[in-house]
């Protein structure tokens, strides 16, 4: 079985500043890891995904997210937070080929002028 | 990039009727659709897993004769909430996936029942 989680439900940060988005992630098997974002009433937006290739991946928008095998962790950052980064945030991991897939609780970002 | 249609995107109706939501898949055939239920500042939570062509399976207490899944077609997935009422009000979002790559969800449909 697969677990997500995601220390802290709500992080703020200041404008150009570090955004750090912390995921943790259980699994018996060699994990698919997904960072996704979520806007209010909207559905969700892939942002970036592991696949077992380069550890450390690039996505959308300025994000990356690098992953540890020894730390089973996907930590999401970000080098400077934009006003429109403000959103929820979802980590999943799932077993190869998307099987099995669980989403984390979420983080919500807030980003302050 | 893939792209999925949910529609209709909310919905307000009252206590007793039944709700249609449709989710397609508009540039890739969909082997599999899921559909999620979101409820306030909480993650989402999977509800049933449906393949083109055969019976959905449902998460554990989930109720199949109340959320009703349908997939009739590599593109088309439909939920119907059966005889709704104030308790099924819900952001209710669908995914859609091919083997060995990552879902793609829907914008998702706000459900309100008075």
């Known amino acids: 079985a697969q677990s997500v989680t995601q220390l802290g439900s709500h992080v703020s940060v200041s404008e150009g500043a570090l955004v750090l988005l912390r995921c943790n992630y259980s699994s018996s098997v060699p994990p698919y890891l997904f960072w996704y974002v979520q806007y209010p009433n909207q559905g969700l937006q892939l942002l970036l995904k592991y696949t077992s290739a380069a550890t450390l991946v690039k996505g959308i928008n300025g994000f990356e997210a690098e992953f540890k095998k020894s730390e089973t962790s996907f930590h999401l950052t970000k080098p400077s937070a934009h006003m429109s980064d403000a959103a929820e945030y979802f980590c999943a991991v799932s077993e190869p080929y998307g099987q099995n897939f669980v989403f984390g609780p979420g983080t919500r970002l807030s980003v302050l002028p | 990039g893939a792209v999925v249609s949910q529609h209709p995107s909310r919905v307000i109706c009252k206590s007793g009727t039944s709700v249609k939501i449709e989710c397609r898949s508009l540039?890739?055939?969909?082997?599999?659709m899921f559909w999620y239920r979101q409820f306030p500042k909480q993650s989402l939570m999977l509800m049933a897993t449906?393949?083109?062509?055969?019976?959905?399976?449902?998460e554990q207490g989930v109720e199949k004769d109340k959320f009703l899944i349908n997939h009739a077609s590599l593109t088309l997935s439909t939920l119907t909430v059966t005889s709704a009422h104030p308790e099924d009000s819900s952001f209710y979002i669908c995914s859609a996936s091919i083997p060995d790559q990552p879902q793609h969800f829907g914008d998702g449909t706000r459900l309100s029942i008075l």
């Open positions: 449906s393949n083109e062509g055969s019976k959905a399976t449902y």
């Open positions: 540039d890739f055939q969909a082997t599999t």
